[in-house]
């Protein structure tokens, strides 16, 4: 759960919140925080009742019927790999410090490919080894972090925090920002299936996880705020940190952490996304090779090959910005299906056993409108894709619900 939503961003996030409240914007961590918690607890109860693949798509599935639910899958799936296509341009653009040759045109393509091919093979080999790995990068990527809280907090500097001064606070902008920045959760709840015991743990490690981000990220931003100087010029602000802090050796350490979380991040990628694929072609709603389990390392290695090949694909052809922007966008439509799937379930099943949100029916619906208010701050030019992407979704649930038709039984 923490390696999804702490990757890259947060290498990057103080910068841009000292731009928007200066020596407030912890106050916005806060916020946005109370925000996505809303729509963390509409998570944790859906998805206590399952124990399946398929997070957010099974969810919808259940509660709205099969055309829902694929559509849902459907842009889950596209959040997944733009996101893991942003991030290889992320891992690309800060091995280049380090390593000149990786900022020419076929050093960036080489990290990318020789990334991908990593963790597919270590996702294919197995969810053991995956999940191991994941922790590992996890725990390594979060010392820096726990570096820049502690000592950050032992330096912090009020005459630091008065050089982050903004003319005009930008609220609703830091707390969208901090919105996407906070995302990702969703999908650590795909691989139900391969879980000891989701339908008990699922809530616990959603709530304790959120709570978790929510601390290190406040946490980072009062030690940035309260040490680096005209925090909003950085842009790095982490490992100009503890540049500040450590010296020389401080500015390394702080650009391979980002190394270590993007890469943290994209093994986590190959772990769970696959298990999109894999759900959906089960239920005959894209082509059956995808649901295809390897016989003797029982995993979807098939799903997790075409996976990789799509995340890897995008990286090379596009853009960090435009990416991320798009992965954004169709990852509020995701959170107000879970949303609207939890007054469902309840009007079909009743209350669950294993978890219940606090207030319930309420607090879906106060989630389904932070959403929508979301998605109306943005233009239409950042959201020009997503109409496509569901129009494409469409023809491709016509296609196999008339090709299974046409099969003799």
Not at 4 to 33: H, N
Not at 115 to 138: E, R
Not at 226 to 246: F, I, M, Q, W, Y
């Amino acid at each position: 759960m923490i390696n999804s939503v702490i990757g890259s961003g947060v290498f990057g996030l103080p910068s841009a919140l000292a731009g928007f409240a200066g020596a407030l914007s912890p106050v916005t961590v806060l916020i946005a925080g109370a925000g996505i918690f809303v729509i963390v607890l509409c998570f944790a109860e859906v998805g206590s009742r399952f124990d399946g693949a398929g997070g957010p798509y099974l969810y919808t599935r259940e509660a709205f019927g099969p055309n829902l639910g694929f559509q849902v899958g459907w842009l889950h799936i596209w959040t997944r790999l733009l996101s893991c296509a942003a991030v290889l341009n992320v891992l690309s653009g800060y091995l280049t410090p380090l390593v000149p040759w990786t900022g020419t045109p076929f050093g960036r393509a080489s990290v990318m490919i020789f990334a991908m091919t990593l963790v597919t093979a270590v996702n294919v080999i197995g969810v053991k080894q995956a999940a191991w790995t994941v922790n590992a990068f996890t725990i390594a990527k979060l010392l820096p972090l726990a570096l820049v809280i502690i000592l950050g907090g032992l330096s912090f500097e009020s005459s630091v925090a008065a050089t982050q001064v903004v003319a005009e606070p930008k609220w609703t902008e830091a707390v969208l920002l901090l919105m996407f920045g906070y995302g990702g959760f969703e999908s650590a709840v795909v691989a139900g299936s391969e879980s000891k015991d989701p339908k008990r743990d699922t809530a616990f490690a959603l709530i304790t996880a959120m709570l978790a981000i929510t601390v290190i990220y406040f946490l980072i931003q009062i030690a940035v705020v309260g040490v680096l100087p005209n925090a909003a010029g950085s842009k790095a602000p982490v490992a100009e940190t503890l540049g500040v802090l450590l010296g020389p050796a401080g500015l390394t350490l702080g650009s391979i952490a980002v190394i270590i979380s993007v890469y943290g991040w994209l093994t986590g990628y190959s772990l769970m996304s696959p298990r999109i694929f894999y759900s959906m072609a089960e239920r005959k709603e894209l082509p059956s090779a995808l649901g295809k389990v390897h016989p003797k390392l029982r995993t979807p290695y098939i799903a997790i090959l075409v996976n990789s090949a799509i995340g890897l694909g995008l990286g090379l052809s596009s853009n960090f910005g435009q990416l991320a922007t798009f992965a954004a966008i169709s990852r509020l439509g995701i959170y107000i299906a879970t949303c609207a799937a939890l007054i469902a379930l309840r009007r079909k099943h009743g209350e669950p056993t294993s978890f219940r949100a606090p207030g319930g029916i309420v607090l879906a619906v106060v989630g389904i409108g932070f959403c929508i208010w979301l998605l109306s701050t943005r233009s239409l030019a950042q959201a020009w894709f997503l109409p496509i992407v569901i129009l494409i979704g469409v023809a491709i649930r016509y296609g196999m619900v008339a090709y299974h038709k046409g099969k003799p039984a």
